[in-house]
C-alpha cells in the first residue's frame, strides 16, 4: 500500500521532518517562505493530509477550492482562528491542533513579559546599552514591585492556569480571572481564585493577563473603554492573540500613562507592527515567541504526528477539533 502524501505549510523542526519523511510521502517547505491562497488551495487537493500552522488562513475561501483530496487537517498549534471550522466540516475534513505541549512554555512568556514590562526590564537594558547609565542612585528607574500583587486573567484555560502556577506558588500572587467557561472547582480552589467579570478584573488586578482565543467573540475586548478601567499601574500583558487588543487605544494608554506598561507577544495584522509600539518605552515586544523553544517546537510537531497516526489507522484524533 502507497504511503499517505502529506503536505507541511513551513519548515518544522528538523527531528520532525526527518520522521515525516520515514512515514510519509511528504512535501516539505525547506525555504520556509509563506504559501499564497492559491498555493494553499492546490496543497488541498494533492494531499491526504494537509499540515498548516497558525499563520496560514484556513478561511472559508481557501476550504471553498473545487478539488479537495486532504481528509484531515493537522494544524501545527494550538490556537485554530486561523481555521474556519464550519467550512472544513462542510468539507468532509477533519481538523486537528496540538494542545497542552505547549502551555509551560507559553505561560514562562507570559510571566517574562510581565517581569520584564512591571520592572522596565527592557527599557533599563535600552538606557544601559546607550551608555546613559551614571551608576546607581535611589530614585533611578523605579518600577512596579512583582511580588505579593493582583494577577487578573482574562481566560482561565490551561496557559492562564499555568501562568496562575508561577505567579500565585513563585510570587505569592492572588488570582483573579474571568472565563465563560471556569474550569473545575478544584481547579480554581488550587490557586484560591476568584472568577467575576471581565470589567471587575480590570479594575482590581495590578497585572492583566490575556488568555483567551482570538476572533469575532473577543476581537477588541481591551478596547479604550475596558483599558481605561484598568488601574494606573498595571501592566497588560498579551501572549493569546493580537485582535483581543485595540492597538490604537493601548498606544494611547501607554503614551498617556493611562496603564504603566504592556508585555505583547502577539500583534493584530503581525507580523506588520503598529509603529505606535515602537514609541513607547514601556511597552516590552516580543515576536510571537510563546511557544519557541527546540523541546516544544519538536513535542508540537510530534503531537501533529500523533494526530495523523491515529487518524490514518481509523482511530479518533485526540486533538479533533471537528
Ligand atoms: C499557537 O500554537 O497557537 C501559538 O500561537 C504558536 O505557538
Not at 523542526?13 to 525547506?30: F, R, S, T
Not at 481538523?95 to 514590562?117: F, Q, R, W
Not at 493577563?209 to 469575532?216: N, V
Request: hydrophobic share 40%; proline share 5%.
Amino acid at each position: 500500500m502507497s504511503k499517505p502524501r502529506v503536505i507541511v505549510t513551513r519548515k518544522w523542526p528538523e527531528p520532525v521532518e526527518a520522521k515525516l519523511k520515514e512515514l510519509y510521502d511528504v512535501q516539505l517547505n525547506e525555504n520556509d517562505v509563506a504559501m499564497s491562497v492559491d498555493e494553499l488551495k492546490a496543497a488541498l487537493g494533492n494531499c491526504d493530509a494537509f499540515c498548516p500552522t497558525v499563520t496560514d488562513p484556513i478561511n472559508a475561501d481557501v476550504l471553498s477550492a473545487e478539488n479537495i483530496s486532504a481528509k484531515i487537517i493537522g494544524s501545527y498549534g494550538v490556537g485554530f482562528n486561523h481555521i474556519d471550522l464550519d467550512a472544513a466540516k462542510a468539507r468532509g475534513l477533519t481538523v486537528t491542533n496540538t494542545p497542552e505541549v505547549l502551555t509551560d512554555c507559553t505561560a514562562d512568556i507570559a510571566m517574562g513579559l510581565l517581569l520584564a514590562a512591571a520592572r522596565r526590564m527592557t527599557e533599563g537594558e535600552r538606557h544601559l546599552r546607550a551608555g546613559e547609565w551614571t551608576g546607581w542612585r535611589p530614585t533611578h528607574m523605579m518600577a512596579t514591585k512583582v511580588t505579593g500583587k493582583t494577577l487578573g486573567c482574562i481566560g482561565f484555560g490551561r496557559i492562564a492556569q499555568a501562568m496562575a502556577q508561577r505567579a500565585h506558588f513563585g510570587f505569592g500572587m492572588k488570582i483573579i480571572f474571568s472565563d465563560p467557561y471556569p474550569p473545575p472547582q478544584d481547579v480554581i480552589d488550587k490557586f484560591d481564585a476568584t472568577q467575576m467579570s471581565v470589567e471587575e478584573v480590570l479594575q482590581q488586578a495590578d497585572f492583566v493577563s490575556l488568555h483567551c482565543p482570538g476572533g469575532k467573540d473577543t476581537y477588541h475586548l481591551l478596547n479604550e473603554e475596558r483599558i481605561g478601567m484598568m488601574q494606573s499601574h498595571a501592566v497588560l500583558v498579551n501572549s493569546a492573540r493580537g485582535d483581543v487588543i485595540d492597538n490604537q487605544a493601548l498606544i494611547a494608554a501607554l503614551k498617556s500613562g493611562k496603564i504603566a506598561g504592556a508585555g505583547l507577544d502577539v500583534f493584530e495584522g503581525e507580523p506588520k507592527l503598529d509603529p505606535g509600539f515602537l514609541d513607547c518605552e514601556n511597552a516590552v515586544l516580543l515576536p510571537h515567541l510563546g511557544s519557541a523553544s527546540v523541546e516544544t517546537r519538536i513535542a508540537m510537531g510530534e503531537r501533529v504526528l500523533e494526530n495523523l497516526r491515529a487518524f490514518f489507522a481509523g482511530e479518533t484524533p485526540r486533538d479533533k477539533l471537528v
